[in-house]
């Protein structure tokens, strides 16, 4: 009965000018670091390459952020989205639309079915906190691997799937294949334009519409819930909120993220392998997004570049690349608990407080 | 009066210990009923049961004539059962408002809301809610303050004003004032004296004053069972329940 009186409230308008300002500022500024970044990379030895991949693969680390960072729940088996939604897309492709490859039915495809597969997996595992939750993420993964790794007829078991079509781009009348590249223009030690193919800029309009996407998501009534639940999950439900439900729901958005970002970065390839639906693919999302720093929103994406850059440049230079990954992460959990992002955030907000402190006396 | 809360045979164990055993239980709407008992007596444990904390062993809960048994705890707080805990129970790195907040916002979207998008603020009833609740405990004035850095008894107060925040129609308080200065604890009685007569109260306390003066009626728990029920007179001479106390309390605490 008392659910009942809230519907005749009348919704009070919010100071819509201000937020839609606030909206257009921060899609600028992103948009303008994502058309910089690929000239900073090849600065200092990245290829062009890489910076597709990296938007790519950040589109995951944010999903995993949302469910680490936001909902406070430790995944260990992101992987079984990740590398699930690559191949799903894979197979989608070969066998759905071997003619008519169409980027978005294939990503899209995969998208819904590791939506789906997360959903179930969070019910299954709301009940698990912390570690237990993180090892029984951590079992379905490995039984995804495993069923991956059998079923060679669908995904070619160890040799991964690499022959599938390549998927065009349908916009309005148009099919675009994303593998063209710019025009070629000289920018001296920034590399040249035509290094890099249309692949880049789909890449980066989706990391900027996830990106706006999950910064309406933390602002939102369902991502204040989320919060509330991470902080006292005891007390959230003694309010009255159903905290089971929005642990799954997390699950499902991280699975959406990630199934995503797999799939592109499949498609983007042309090649996917057992080792996307493997344990180190899903370590590789716990380093990223703690390294960059959780609770962030661009934490996941500079923690994703990073580490992706020194391993492109370090394991071509040595062979114990991961060993230095190990003690990059040691480095930042002891001295950067924060990340790198979080870090840089605490202490321009300290100054501020500061410098208010200052000015009030 | 059909009773607001009724529960029959009511029992609780933990392997073989018994902490609720065969409780038969009534509430009046609009009473104010205390629950006491010694140490272990089952008090906290009975709340529990009610509010959903912990599941039933054996018995059923009624509230307004609809079998919660296996009621979920937060559909149970939308039923209009809510409950302060015996240790605040907060969002300590919250503002108060916000802490206030978040229960109006649960009162009014309900147990779940896929708003992805928009925000909770243009549900205008949430801050008037959180802000009712917040101005009835006294605590407007620290409301932009984090939850954690309050003092003791505010945070008790807050954790109360929570549970005023869901509207409820019954209110489950566990030791409301433990802990409160003289002055704090003042107050809160006050406040509990008023809120007895907008909705049902159940409180647990051990301050014997307090549930002397305040309660409509009182039931005594020990060793999980109800020993007695009656008004606050009966109770004092009741000689079971002097016999009880004998064991752990001296009778003046019964008396004073």
């Known amino acids: ?361 | 009066m059909d009773p607001i809360l009724r529960t029959s045979g009511l029992g609780k164990s933990f392997g073989h210990f018994a902490a609720n055993a065969d409780i038969d239980f009534s509430v009046a709407p609009g009473e104010l009923r205390a629950v006491i008992g010694p140490n272990g007596a089952g008090k906290t444990t009975f709340f529990n049961l009610i509010a959903g904390t912990t599941p039933v062993t054996t018995g059923t809960i009624c509230f307004e004539d609809r079998d919660v048994t296996r009621t979920t705890g937060h559909h149970r707080v939308h039923l209009g059962i809510a409950k302060a805990f015996q240790t605040a129970n907060l969002y300590p790195d919250q503002s108060v408002l916000q802490n206030a907040r978040l229960a109006a916002l649960a009162h009014v979207q309900g147990a779940f809301a896929p708003q992805l998008l928009r925000r909770s603020t243009r549900l205008g009833r949430v801050d008037e809610l959180a802000c009712n609740a917040l101005a009835r405990l006294d605590l407007e004035r620290v409301s932009e303050l984090r939850c954690g850095d309050l003092s003791h008894g505010d945070k008790k107060r807050l954790d109360i004003a929570i549970a005023l925040a869901t509207e409820p129609r019954m209110l489950l308080l566990d030791e409301p004032i433990a802990g409160m200065s003289r002055d704090e604890a003042r107050k809160t009685e006050a406040l509990i004296r008023k809120l007895a007569t907008e909705m049902t109260v159940l409180i647990i306390e051990h301050d014997m004053d307090l549930i002397m003066g305040i309660s409509d009626s009182i039931t005594v728990l020990h060793q999980g069972r109800v020993l007695a029920t009656g008004t606050p007179a009966e109770i004092r001479e009741n000689a079971a329940v002097q016999e009880a106390y004998l064991g752990g309390h001296s009778e003046a605490e019964l008396h004073a």
């Open chain 1, 1 to 361: 009965m008392t659910s009942t009186t809230s519907e005749a409230t009348p919704a009070v308008a919010s100071p819509r000018t201000g937020l839609l300002g606030a909206d257009l500022r921060f899609l600028a500024l992103t948009a303008l670091g994502l058309v910089v970044f690929p000239f900073a990379l090849h600065l200092i030895g990245g290829y062009a390459g890489l910076a597709t991949q990296i938007l790519i693969v950040s589109i995951a680390t944010i999903g995993f952020n949302v469910l680490l960072g936001y909902a406070g729940m430790l995944s260990y088996g992101q992987s079984m989205f990740f590398g699930g939604g690559g191949y799903l897309a894979a197979i989608l492709l070969l066998h759905t639309m071997p003619d008519h490859p169409n980027l978005w039915l294939a990503v899209l495809g995969a998208t819904i079915v590791t939506t789906a597969l997360a959903a179930l997996i969070g019910a299954l595992s709301v009940r698990l906190y912390g570690i237990y939750f993180a090892l029984l993420t951590l079992a379905f993964a490995q039984m995804v691997f495993f069923i991956v790794e059998q079923a060679r007829s669908w995904t070619g078991g160890d040799d991964g799937l690499q022959s599938f079509p390549n998927a065009l781009l349908a916009l309005g009348p148009w099919n675009v294949d994303l593998q063209t590249p710019l025009p070629a223009i000289a920018l001296g030690p920034f590399g040249n334009l035509g290094d890099l193919k249309l692949w880049y800029v789909f890449a980066a309009v989706m990391l900027l519409a996830v990106l706006w996407f999950v910064r309406a998501l933390t602002r939102s009534q369902f991502g204040e819930v989320l919060d509330a639940i991470r902080e006292n999950e005891e007390r959230s439900v003694f309010v009255g909120f159903n905290a089971a439900a929005y642990r799954v729901m997390a699950v499902a958005i991280a699975g959406a993220l990630t199934g995503f970002s797999g799939a592109l970065k499949a498609l983007y390839d042309g090649t996917v392998s057992v080792d996307s639906v493997g344990i180190e693919r899903s370590g590789s999302f716990v380093i990223y997004a703690v390294v960059g720093g959780i609770q962030t929103l661009f934490g996941p994406v500079i923690g994703t570049g990073i580490i992706m850059y020194l391993e492109n440049v370090l394991s071509g230079v040595v062979s114990y690349w991961q060993l230095i990954e190990g003690v990059i992460f040691v480095l930042v959990v002891v001295f950067l608990p924060n990340g790198i992002v979080g870090t840089i955030l605490k202490r321009s907000r300290a100054r501020k407080t500061l410098l208010a402190s200052v000015r009030v006396k």
